[in-house]
């Protein structure tokens, strides 16, 4: 069994910060890539920052030079550090992790269950 759980949503004003986590646990042996979607409503879900097993990352062009994604391996968590938060960043955040399991080291994808994230004008 695998869980993925994003915490840190809230409530924020306009050119405010929050930090997002999303911690992966269960059976698997490492992780391949972890990335960060969003929901606005009436919106398709939209990639918003991506970071790889080798450390490389990738952002929409949304949210570039604001969001930073990192993460700390020994705890198997993602982070997205969210600064000069926008009205438009208001959305359902979630957690997508690529985790490699089995003996065959396949990869799988998991996804949390979202943590809302609100900028008031």
């Known amino acids: 069994q695998v869980q993925v759980a994003e915490s840190g949503g809230g409530l924020v004003q306009t050119g405010g910060s929050l930090r997002l986590s999303c911690a992966a646990s269960?059976?698997?042996?490492?992780?391949?890539?972890m990335r960060w979607y969003r929901r606005a409503p009436g919106k398709q879900r939209e990639l918003v920052a991506a970071?790889?097993?080798?450390?490389?990352?990738n952002y929409a062009d949304s949210v570039k030079g604001r969001f930073a994604i990192s993460r700390d391996n020994a705890k198997n968590t993602t982070y997205l550090q969210m600064n000069s938060l926008k009205p438009e960043d208001t959305a359902v955040y979630y957690c997508?992790?690529?985790?490699?399991?089995?003996?065959?080291?396949?990869?799988?994808?998991?996804w949390g269950q979202g943590t809302q994230v609100t900028v008031s004008s």
């Open positions: 997508n992790a690529w985790l490699v399991q089995g003996r065959d080291n396949l990869v799988a994808s998991y």
């Open positions: 269960g059976s698997f042996f490492s992780i391949n890539s």
């Open positions: 970071l790889t097993s080798g450390g490389n990352t």
